[in-house]
């Protein structure tokens, strides 16, 4: 019932504040420069950021799912994939070597500082959001197999 509960509110959640506009946020990339949230938003139309950890399976599960999609997503869509590592400094230096083991072709970034995490209001992941011009258009949390092609699904409602 509790799990019932959670969906419903994570759902309503979504309908009442699906148009949400994110503040501008410092992130880093592998190659510790610094990007910014907003010039992600401003070189990208349709985008998908998907927080994760290095701890997290299902995380793991997820990003290796999209992987294998990912291209045909980017050929039919436009869509941009930015996995967001919300490790901290006890378990950063795992993120090269697993990334570099899994061959995941997306951007990488690093949020150190956890602040697109509170952004995003969470406190679990993964996390998942579509951004289209800006403004957070889909979220969901949790992965289960076969999640990808429900997130192929809501890439498409987005993509015109």
């Known amino acids: 019932m509790k799990y019932i509960i959670l969906i419903f509110f ?3 959640y979504g309908f009442a504040f699906g148009q949400e506009t994110l503040p501008n946020i410092e992130l880093k990339t592998l190659t510790n420069s610094t990007t910014s949230t907003q010039k992600i938003f401003s070189e990208n139309e349709l985008i998908i950021i998907s927080l994760w950890a290095t ?13 294998e999609l990912y291209q045909d997503w980017v050929d039919e869509t436009g869509v941009v994939y930015y996995a967001v590592s919300i490790d901290d400094s006890r378990t950063s230096n795992r993120i090269k070597p697993m990334i570099n083991g899994k061959g995941w072709e997306f951007e990488i970034l690093l949020d150190q500082n956890s602040d697109l995490k509170r952004a995003f209001g969470i406190s679990t992941v993964p996390y998942t959001t ?5 403004k957070v258009v ?10 990808e092609d429900e ?9 015109n």
Do not use: M, R
């Open 55 to 67: 701890w997290c399976v299902p995380c793991k599960n997820e990003l290796d799912a999209v992987s």
């Open 130 to 134: 579509i951004i289209k011009n800006g």
């Open 10 to 12: 994570n759902l309503l």
């Open 138 to 147: 889909y979220k969901h949390t949790g992965y289960t197999p076969g999640y």
């Open 151 to 159: 997130l192929y699904y809501q890439l498409l409602k987005f993509s």
